[in-house]
């Protein structure tokens, strides 16, 4: 029987960004094995997410200066213009082959695309497409934290799936990447709506020693993994 | 409320592209959203970078707002905060308490910043949360406000009270639930 007023405890924290060591630990299995399933728990998390945003209401607001959004404006512009951001062309030709990456189902929100000007490694996948693949004997399959790594066979290319994946905080974003022997490659950026991840990477397992999948904040530059959310096994 | 109505609307042309419905959300949430950056950085330019960060994380993946779980200005300020107390987590070393802002306490009536450009329904929602935060016994909303504000981790607020992590989490634990009373609001 799960204590209730533990879990609120650790909640409280964890929307507050205020939990380290193993309290940290605790609320991460919490939000993968419990909460997803805990009508109690979800009312409780959204209410306390919420109020971290109504706090903030009683700071004093102060006009930002002029320049703000002015330069505000020019990233909007300038990612116009730009497109997707650049990879390295070493690390695209590490990556080239094609993985591809399923995380989550229905509602899956790849924020960020990874990929190279010519080439998008990472895309949501074809959610009938990866449910055959997740049953396929011959299908290889990973842990990756909340979800899975597919690996079908005789294809160069990964699909990442899951279900029941827990929300990163408010403002972050998964971020997936490919480890191989010249460090880690952003493949790309995903939110999982209701749960469900079902990705695409377009990478051919043979050239990748690992899948990490790190939180980061959204539209931050991807320019080296933060904090190791999950690791394939 | 309308002003609630009008932000689903504004969020609904940024999900179209409407670089309009951009610019209204900027001028609606910019002087919140800096003065609540200000106040977890305490630094003014890393304060910018919260609020350049933020709004353009919310044009580059508007969807990741989600109405079912929440209220948009919620939403926003809430992605705001994570996002300053994270820099000030990577950039602890810059840290500058005495450059903190100036509009720390008290959490006063008057408000210094009257002349900011706002929708006017954020003032009447600001008084009903500083009124909740003061009716909080003072030890439960010292570690809430060190844990918001400070961006400090539970541990790191008992080391600094002399007091058992189990009161601080306890603590903090009463005041959001105390919060979540107080501030609940209207269907």
Redesign the interface.
């Known amino acids: 029987m799960i204590d209730h ?1 533990a879990t ?2 650790l909640l ?2 964890y929307v ?6 193993e ?1 940290a630990v605790e609320v991460d299995r919490l939000l993968a094995e419990h909460v997803p399933d805990c009508d109690r728990c979800r009312a409780t998390l ?20 002029e320049t ?2 002015p ?2 404006q020019r ?2 512009d300038a ?1 116009r213009r730009r497109g997707l951001p650049a990879w390295s062309p070493t690390r695209l030709v590490a990556a080239a082959a094609a993985a591809v990456v399923v995380v989550g189902v229905a509602g899956l ?1 790849v ?2 695309a990874g990929g190279g000007a010519q080439e998008q490694l990472m895309s949501q996948a074809d959610l009938a497409q990866v449910k055959l693949l997740k049953d396929d004997p011959q299908t290889t399959h990973k842990r990756i934290g909340e979800t899975q790594e597919l690996i079908p066979p005789g294809v160069e290319e990964l699909y990442i799936w899951g279900e029941n994946v827990s929300q990163p ?5 998964y971020r997936v990447w490919t480890v191989g022997a010249d460090g880690e490659t952003w493949v790309g950026d995903f ?1 999982p ?1 209701n749960g469900v991840v079902a990705l695409h990477i377009a990478v051919d397992p043979a050239s990748v020693n690992d899948l990490l999948v790190t939180v980061e ?4 530059e991807p320019s080296q993994p933060g904090e190791p959310a999950w690791k394939a096994a | 409320m309308q002003d609630l109505a009008d932000d689903l609307e504004l969020h609904r042309r940024l999900l179209a592209g409407d670089r309009a419905a951009f610019d209204e959300i900027y001028r609606r949430y910019a002087a919140q959203a800096y003065g609540l950056a200000y106040r977890v950085t305490g630094q003014q330019v890393l304060a910018q970078d919260v609020v350049h960060d933020a709004f353009l994380a919310l044009w580059r993946a508007p969807e990741a707002f989600d109405e079912r779980r929440g209220s948009f200005r919620t939403f926003f300020l809430s992605m705001v905060h994570h996002r300053g107390v994270d820099l000030v987590r990577r950039e602890q070393r810059l840290r500058n308490r005495t450059e903190k802002a100036a509009n720390l306490e008290p959490l006063a009536d008057e408000d210094p910043a009257d002349a900011v450009a706002e929708a006017g329904y954020l003032g009447v929602r600001r008084k009903e949360v500083r009124e909740a935060l003061t009716e909080l016994p003072a030890a439960q909303r010292q570690v809430l406000e060190m844990a918001y504000f400070d961006g400090k981790t539970q541990v790191q607020i008992a080391e600094e009270l002399h007091i058992p992590l189990g009161t601080v989490k306890t603590r903090t634990l009463a005041a959001m639930r105390k919060l979540r009373v107080a501030l609940e609001e209207a269907p």
Do not use: N
């Open positions: 007023d609120d405890e409280a924290g507050l960004g205020s939990l380290s060591g309290d959204d209410a306390f997410q919420g109020l971290t945003g109504e706090i903030g209401l009683s700071a004093s607001p102060a006009p930002p200066p703000l959004l330069r505000l990233s909007l990612r929100v924020t960020q905080p408010a403002g972050f974003t939110i709506d904040p959204i539209a931050s």
